[in-house]
Each structure stands twice: as structure tokens, then as C-alpha cells.
């Protein structure tokens, strides 16, 4: 019988660690902002217009730098032919950004808490793993709307373990790179990102590739709606020690041996910001690839933001 911890609260704890990051080469001098020339908490201006992906939140990290926080909901199902034998996660988080020069940003991306239902492992619910890091604006072009990121997280494993299946059993250094690019009232946003294990034994080595693009229907208006589409895969690169035959996902690093390396999703959904700085963003998430062979049906993903 599963041991249940206490109900808890399902406010979020935000915190996390900061990774040394060097900077690359050949960004521009990075403009003064009026009243406020280190850009402390203000950031990088002039790319107001963009909007924040909403699918895959735990590792899609936009190239902007902004102080906010984004409130986080995602109810992920399982396929009942999968190893978990079907059941869900349900995950309620809570992430910060804050601008600490115009062009370096702290960002706290997992947090929070998860209730986990499965046919194979039965319920359980506790804290999630906490992960943090910095990234910099290295290319910023307002003329053309083009924006360059690079950054680095690094994830504890401190949170409620079920078998591996809430958390992992490792820690997990995540470099990344994002692009965004805008087109009048289409933006385009991609992310790269490569997910090592601090031991090889207990997690797999996993990378992401991430799509987002969006048009505004009414871009003049003080409440803007935008559709969104993406799309997002996910690549084991070795095996674990692990005997599942899943991995898992985005949500957790089972260091596991998957029957299937390859996993794709698409998320379909939308925007709606007011005043550039509320956002609310919707989306249904479900796989491309065969169900029974990872953690992935399909889910849920609605999130609120407010930046400064």
C-alpha cells in the first residue's frame, strides 16, 4: 500500500541554484533604459510584442529577459497500454524570471507540487524537484526582431519519489539555447536544450527541440489574441540502469531504458495578453508517436503570467 504524505498546501516553493555561464561573443552593447541604465529587473525592452510559449513549460525557455512570474497547470495522461498501465499527473507550479542586467537573467523553472495517479505503481502526490539557472541575452536585433539566448539550469533531487515516477533519482545540468524571430504579427520561437545527469546510472541523458509560433489577430488592441501552434521532441540518448522500458518525458529523468528513444508531441491552444503584461495561455498537448511506448497520451497545459 502506498504511503500518502499529509495534504498539502498547493501553493509553490520557488528557489533554485545559479550556474556560472560565460558570454558569448559578438553581442551587442546593450542599451540603456531610460531611468534605469543597468536594466535591473526591467530587462531587455523592445520585444514586448512577443508572446511566451505555453506547451512543454519545464524546459521551453523563451530568449527574453523580463522579471515575472508564471503561474502553472498541467494534467498529463498516461495511455493505459503504457508500463503505468494508465493514470495521470497532475502538476501545480509556480515559476519566477527576474532581470538581473539588461542582458543576464536568473530563471526558476521547476518547482511545486504533483498528484500522480497509475494502474501500475498505484497514487501518491509531494514535492517536485527544484531547478534554476541564469541565461543571457547574447544576440538582441530590434530591427529585425531577432533574439539569441543561451543559458544553463541545474536541477536537485530533492523532491517525493514513487519509484522514480514522481522525481528522479538524480540531479540534471541542462544547458540551452533559444531563438525567437518576428514577422509583423507572426512570432517564432525554437529551443534546444540537452539534459545531463549528474550520475549516468540513475538518469538518462535527454534532448529537447522545442517550436512555437503564434499570430496576433487584433496585435493594435490593449487585449491581444493570438493562436498558437507547436511542436516539441525528445530524445534519450543512453539508457540508464533503470529497468522501465519508459522514460520520462519532460517531467521527470527516470534513467531508465526506454522502447522507444524518440518521442514528439504538438501542442495546439492560445494567447491572450493584456496590457503586455498579463498573459493567459491554453493549450491541448498530444503525441505524435506511439502511446504505449512512453508516459505520453496527452494533457492540459493553462498558465498565467504577469511581468513587470
Avoid at 16 to 26: D, K, P, S, T, Y
Avoid at 62 to 90: E, Q
Amino acid at each position: 500500500m502506498t504511503t500518502r504524505l499529509p495534504k498539502l498546501s498547493r501553493s509553490c516553493i520557488v528557489t533554485g541554484l545559479c550556474a556560472a555561464f560565460a558570454v558569448a561573443q559578438n553581442a551587442q552593447p546593450p542599451a540603456e533604459t531610460e531611468g534605469n541604465k543597468t536594466g535591473f529587473l526591467t530587462g531587455l525592452r523592445g520585444f514586448e510584442k512577443f508572446h511566451e510559449p505555453v506547451g512543454q513549460p519545464l524546459y521551453f525557455e523563451t530568449p527574453f529577459n523580463d522579471t515575472g512570474v508564471k503561474a502553472l497547470y498541467i494534467r498529463h495522461n498516461f495511455a493505459k497500454n503504457s508500463a503505468l498501465a494508465g493514470g495521470n499527473v497532475t502538476v501545480y507550479a509556480l515559476q519566477a524570471r527576474a532581470a538581473l542586467t539588461e542582458r543576464l537573467a536568473f530563471i526558476a523553472t521547476k518547482d511545486g507540487y504533483s498528484e500522480i495517479e497509475t494502474g501500475t505503481f498505484g497514487n501518491d502526490e509531494g514535492w517536485n524537484d527544484v531547478a534554476a539557472g541564469l541565461k543571457y541575452v547574447a544576440i538582441a536585433d530590434r530591427a529585425n526582431d531577432f533574439v539569441v539566448t543561451p543559458g544553463v539550469r541545474y536541477m536537485l533531487s530533492n523532491g517525493r519519489k514513487l519509484y522514480g515516477v514522481i522525481n528522479g533519482t538524480t540531479k540534471e545540468l541542462s544547458p540551452f539555447v533559444s531563438v525567437a524571430k518576428g514577422f509583423d504579427r507572426l512570432h517564432w520561437i525554437g529551443n534546444a536544450t540537452l539534459r545531463v545527469p549528474t550520475d549516468s546510472d540513475k538518469g538518462n541523458t535527454v534532448g529537447h527541440w522545442d517550436l512555437h509560433v503564434d499570430y496576433d489577430l487584433n496585435p493594435d488592441s490593449q487585449a491581444v489574441f493570438a493562436p498558437v501552434l507547436e511542436l516539441h521532441g525528445l530524445h534519450y540518448l543512453d539508457d540508464g540502469q533503470v529497468g522501465l522500458p519508459i522514460g520520462g518525458g519532460d517531467y521527470t529523468n527516470l534513467g531508465s531504458q526506454p522502447n522507444s528513444h524518440f518521442v514528439c508531441w504538438a501542442s495546439a491552444g492560445f494567447r491572450f495578453e493584456m496590457l503586455t503584461k498579463y498573459e493567459v495561455g491554453f493549450v491541448y498537448e498530444f503525441v505524435l508517436t506511439d502511446a504505449d511506448k512512453d508516459i505520453w497520451k496527452d494533457r492540459v497545459t493553462i498558465d498565467f503570467c504577469v511581468r513587470l
